[in-house]
């Protein structure tokens, strides 16, 4: 197979550069100028369904994915390291200032400085944040909805936040990774899934291992900070109605942090 991508343009690129005899990349950019993509890794077998897509625009790569073909995708390629830090909160002047004036800041002062009412009348926020049990939140009631999924990875998922922007109106949304988040060090930890999956769950060893390979490459972060970043640009690009705050959890103090990304 050749080495060099093809490309398309209409709005967005997407290139497909083929990997080994069995197996090519789709390469999804939003602009043409992006140099960040979402990149989906899919059986050639797959190539048909793509190809549909692409004509009709009218799957999205996630219903393919969910259309029971093995994949292990999508991932990120990391740009370069990005001139970012975390801003704590510990007074109303640190809240960033987009977030000003919003329920973002409003659920920022709730949480980290016990500002605010304790009960609304609609929701007004959606958070996203990972299910791991040393993250507990503050959140006053009937405030917001609460997405729990591991990693804070809402990808495969978007359909569920659609629906809270559809049917509840929400406009705002908090993206919440967390610090010594399990996902990260998803890759170390296989043999482990293997083992604890067959003592556990009652599982033969090589369906335990075809789970982890099928699914630890969708849930694996390599960096949460860079992660939520990114993840939260990609919800606002997708979403052009929504403002996303990506926050980083300290599970040693329950505190939330602002991922601030430098001019
Ligand atoms: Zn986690």
Redesign the pocket.
């Known amino acids: 197979m050749g080495e060099k991508p093809v490309s398309e343009s209409r709005s967005g690129r997407v290139d497909i550069v083929p990997q080994g005899g069995f197996h090519f990349e789709v390469r999804f950019f939003e602009s043409e100028s992006d140099r960040r993509y979402r990149s989906w890794s899919l059986p050639l077998a797959a190539a048909g369904a793509i190809t549909r897509w692409w004509l009709k625009r009218s799957l999205s790569l996630g219903e393919i994915a969910g259309g029971g073909e093995e994949l292990s995708g999508p991932e990120i390629e990391w740009e370069e390291a990005q001139s970012v830090s975390l801003r704590g909160v510990e007074r109303e002047a640190d809240i960033f200032e987009p977030y000003r004036g919003t329920p973002i800041s409003t659920w920022l002062r709730y949480h980290n400085l016990g500002e605010g009412p304790h009960s609304y009348d609609s929701p007004q926020l959606l958070i996203v944040?990972?299910?791991?049990y040393r993250?507990e939140l503050h959140v006053p009631k009937r405030f917001a909805y609460i997405l729990r999924l591991?990693?804070?990875n809402i990808r495969h998922r978007e359909f569920d936040l659609a629906c809270v922007l559809a049917f509840a109106g929400i406009r705002h949304v908090c993206l919440v990774?967390?610090t010594?988040?399990?996902?990260?060090s998803l890759n170390e930890k296989r043999e482990d899934f293997i083992s604890g999956l067959q003592k556990m769950g009652g599982w033969s060893k090589s369906r335990a291992e075809l789970e982890f390979g099928v699914f630890a490459p969708r849930l694996a972060?390599p960096n949460?900070v860079d992660f939520t970043l990114f993840e939260a640009a990609w919800l606002e690009r997708r979403f052009p109605g929504l403002l996303v705050a990506p926050l980083i959890y300290d599970v040693k103090d329950g505190s939330l942090c602002q991922i601030v990304r430098q001019p």
């Open positions: 944040t990972c299910m791991d993250i591991a990693g804070a990774g967390h010594d988040c399990a996902m990260e972060i949460v």
